[in-house]
C-alpha cells in the first residue's frame, strides 16, 4: 500500500465557505479562477512530486470544505477534508484516475463517498446505542448565538419584504419556496409567464439585499452582512 | 496551459440545486464547478440565506394577512330573547363541529428536510397531530430511482417506512401524523444496503 504523508501548505486560508454567509454580501467582479493543466498536476503527483500535492490543495482545499461543511456541518471538518486529500493522492498514485481531465469529477466522487460513509458511521454508532438514549447526530445540530442571529435578522427582513408585495406575488414566494412546488406548476396554475415569474423573484431578492444594506448602514450589524474571507479563486 | 472549468453557475441553477430541482446531470456538472470556484460557492450560500429566510418568514407570517374592513353602521333588530340564545347555541354547535372538521381536514404541512448542514436550521421542524408531506433532498445522492425512506423515534423505534420515487434532485412523500418529539428520517438506497442520508425532524 503506498504511504503518502501529507499536510496542507502554510498560509492557505482555512476557513470554510459555508461560513463565510452571514447572509448578505456585496457582489463581487466575475473572474474565473485560473487553474492548472490537469494532466500536469496529476502526473506530478502520480511522481510524487510535493508541489504537486500543495497545488491540488491548493485549487481544491476551499471547495472540498465547503462540500463537507454542508452536508456534515463543522464537527471534525479539517480531519474529514485532510482524509478526503489522502485518499485522492492516494487514487491518483494507484492509477485510479485514468483520464487526468476528469480530476473535478474524481474529487467531487471522493468527497461524496466520504460523506455517506460518515453518515453510515454515525447512523450504525445510533443504532448501537439507541438504548442509552444517546443524543448522537450525524446533523450539526450546535446552536451558534452568532448564526441564530443571523438567521432571525434575515427572515425579520424577508417578513418585511414579503408584507411589502401583494398577495397574490406572495403566494407564489411561498407556493415555490416553502411548498416545493415546481415553477412550471406555478406558472400553470397562476397564469404567470416564466419572464414574470423570474422577475417576481428577482425582484424579491433585490429588495432583500437592498433592505439588508439599509440595516447594515443603520446598525453595527456590518459583520452579519459582509464577506468574511478572502476568494483566492476569484 | 490551464484547465477549463466552464461558465459560472446561472441563477436559476444554483436555486435549482438549493431547492432540490436540478436534475442529476445538471447537479453533477455544477458540484464540480463549485469544487473549484470561490465565487460560486458564494453565490450559494446567498442564495440558500435567501430561500431561508424567505421559508421562515412565510411560516411566520398568517396566511391571509388582515386587510382593513370598511366601516359599516347597522343597527341590530330589537332581539327575542329566548329564540337569540337558542340561535347563540346551534352556531357555537356549528361553529365547534366546523372547526374540528377543519382541523381534520386540514391540508398536510410541507416539511423541506435539506442537506444543508452546520448552518442555522439544525432540524425540521413540524407541527404535531397534522399529516406532514415530506419533501426531501436528494442533492449529492446516487441516481437511483427511488429511495427508502423510514422514520424512526428518538430511541431508534421504527414508525413509518415508504418508498419516494426520485423527482429531480428531490423526493417526495406524506406521513401520518406524529406525536410531539424528536425523530429522525433516514433515506436508503433500493435494495436497501445502507443509510444514505439522515435527518432530524422535531414535532412540536
Given at each position: 500500500?503506498?504511504?503518502?504523508?501529507?499536510s496542507p501548505?502554510?498560509g492557505?486560508?482555512?476557513?470554510?465557505?459555508?461560513s463565510l454567509?452571514?447572509g448578505?454580501?456585496?457582489?463581487?467582479?466575475s473572474r474565473?479562477?485560473?487553474?492548472?493543466?490537469?494532466?500536469?498536476?496529476?502526473?506530478?503527483i502520480r511522481?510524487?512530486d510535493?508541489?504537486g500535492?500543495?497545488?491540488?490543495?491548493g485549487v481544491f482545499?476551499r471547495?472540498?470544505?465547503?462540500y463537507?461543511y454542508?452536508?456534515l456541518?463543522?464537527?471534525?471538518?479539517?480531519?474529514?477534508?485532510?482524509?478526503?486529500?489522502l485518499i485522492?493522492?492516494?487514487?491518483?498514485?494507484?492509477?485510479?484516475?485514468r483520464?487526468?481531465e476528469?480530476?473535478m469529477?474524481?474529487?467531487?466522487?471522493?468527497v461524496?463517498?466520504q460523506?455517506?460513509?460518515?453518515?453510515?458511521?454515525?447512523?450504525?454508532?445510533r443504532r448501537?446505542?439507541?438504548?442509552?438514549?444517546?443524543?448522537?447526530?450525524?446533523?450539526?445540530?450546535r446552536?451558534?448565538?452568532e448564526q441564530?442571529a443571523?438567521?432571525r435578522q434575515?427572515?425579520?427582513?424577508?417578513?418585511t419584504?414579503l408584507?411589502?408585495?401583494?398577495r397574490r406575488?406572495?403566494e407564489?414566494?411561498t407556493r415555490?419556496y416553502l411548498?416545493g412546488?415546481?415553477?412550471?406548476?406555478?406558472?400553470?396554475?397562476?397564469?404567470?409567464?416564466?419572464?414574470?415569474?423570474?422577475?417576481?423573484?428577482?425582484r424579491?431578492?433585490s429588495?432583500?439585499g437592498?433592505l439588508?444594506?439599509?440595516?447594515?448602514r443603520?446598525?453595527?450589524?456590518a459583520?452579519?452582512?459582509?464577506?468574511?474571507s478572502?476568494?483566492?479563486?476569484? | 496551459?490551464?484547465?477549463?472549468?466552464?461558465?459560472?453557475?446561472?441563477?436559476?441553477?444554483l436555486?435549482?440545486?438549493?431547492?432540490?430541482?436540478l436534475?442529476?446531470?445538471?447537479a453533477?456538472?455544477?458540484?464540480?464547478?463549485?469544487?473549484?470556484?470561490?465565487?460560486?460557492?458564494d453565490?450559494?450560500v446567498?442564495?440558500?440565506?435567501?430561500i431561508?429566510a424567505t421559508r421562515?418568514?412565510?411560516?411566520?407570517?398568517?396566511?391571509?394577512?388582515?386587510?382593513?374592513?370598511?366601516?359599516?353602521a347597522?343597527?341590530?333588530?330589537?332581539?327575542v330573547?329566548?329564540p337569540?340564545?337558542?340561535?347563540?347555541?346551534?352556531l357555537?354547535?356549528?361553529?365547534?363541529?366546523w372547526g374540528?372538521r377543519?382541523?381534520?381536514?386540514?391540508?398536510?404541512v410541507?416539511?423541506?428536510l435539506e442537506?444543508?448542514?452546520?448552518?442555522s436550521?439544525?432540524?425540521?421542524?413540524a407541527?404535531?397531530?397534522?399529516t406532514?408531506?415530506l419533501?426531501v433532498d436528494?442533492?449529492?445522492?446516487?441516481?437511483?430511482?427511488?429511495?427508502?425512506?423510514?422514520?424512526?423515534?428518538?430511541?431508534?423505534?421504527l414508525l413509518?417506512?415508504?418508498v419516494v420515487?426520485r423527482?429531480?434532485?428531490?423526493?417526495?412523500?406524506?406521513?401520518?401524523k406524529?406525536?410531539?418529539?424528536?425523530y429522525w428520517?433516514?433515506?436508503?438506497d433500493?435494495?436497501r444496503?445502507?443509510?444514505l442520508?439522515?435527518f432530524?425532524?422535531?414535532v412540536?
Open positions: 500500500m503506498l504511504q503518502v504523508s501529507f501548505p502554510p492557505r486560508p482555512e476557513e470554510p465557505a459555508g454567509p452571514r448578505l454580501v456585496r457582489r463581487r467582479r474565473l479562477p485560473r487553474l492548472p493543466d490537469w494532466a500536469g498536476l496529476v502526473e506530478r511522481a510524487g510535493p508541489a500535492m500543495e497545488e491540488l490543495y482545499s471547495g472540498v470544505r465547503f463537507l454542508r452536508q456541518g463543522l464537527q471534525e471538518l479539517e480531519d474529514k477534508v485532510h482524509d478526503t486529500f485522492v493522492i492516494q487514487a491518483i498514485r494507484r492509477g485510479e484516475l483520464e487526468p476528469r480530476l469529477g474524481f474529487v467531487r466522487t471522493i461524496r463517498r460523506v455517506v460513509a460518515y453518515i453510515d458511521a454515525v447512523v450504525h454508532d448501537e446505542q439507541a438504548g442509552l438514549h444517546c443524543g448522537l447526530g450525524v446533523t450539526d445540530g446552536s451558534d448565538p441564530d443571523i438567521a434575515q427572515t425579520e427582513i424577508m417578513e419584504v408584507r411589502s408585495i401583494s406575488d406572495r407564489i414566494l415555490f411548498q412546488q415546481s415553477q412550471a406548476q406555478i406558472c400553470a396554475e397562476m397564469n404567470l409567464t416564466d419572464t414574470q415569474f423570474r422577475l417576481l423573484k428577482s424579491a431578492k429588495r432583500f437592498e439588508g444594506r439599509r440595516r447594515l443603520l446598525r453595527p450589524l459583520r452579519f452582512f459582509r464577506r468574511t478572502a476568494a483566492p479563486g476569484d | 496551459m490551464l484547465s477549463d472549468i466552464g461558465p459560472h453557475a446561472s441563477e436559476d441553477a436555486e435549482g440545486y438549493a431547492v432540490g430541482f436534475g442529476e446531470a445538471e453533477e456538472s455544477l458540484e464540480e464547478h463549485l469544487l473549484v470556484c470561490n465565487r460560486c460557492q453565490r450559494l446567498e442564495t440558500e440565506a435567501f431561508r421562515q418568514a412565510a411560516r411566520n407570517l398568517p396566511a391571509e394577512l388582515p386587510e382593513a374592513l370598511p366601516a359599516r347597522w343597527r341590530l333588530p330589537r332581539l330573547w329566548g337569540a340564545l337558542a340561535g347563540v347555541v346551534v357555537l354547535g356549528i361553529s365547534g363541529w374540528l377543519r382541523h381534520q381536514d386540514a391540508p398536510p410541507a416539511v423541506a442537506a444543508l448542514r452546520g448552518d436550521l439544525p432540524a425540521a421542524r407541527p404535531s397531530g397534522r406532514l408531506l419533501r436528494l442533492n449529492g445522492l446516487p441516481d437511483s430511482g427511488s429511495f427508502e425512506l423510514d422514520v424512526v423515534s428518538a430511541q431508534g423505534r413509518q417506512r415508504a420515487p423527482a429531480g434532485t428531490a423526493a417526495q412523500t406524506t406521513l401520518a406524529l406525536e410531539p418529539g424528536q428520517v433516514r433515506l436508503y433500493q435494495p444496503r445502507g443509510p442520508r439522515e432530524g425532524l422535531r412540536e
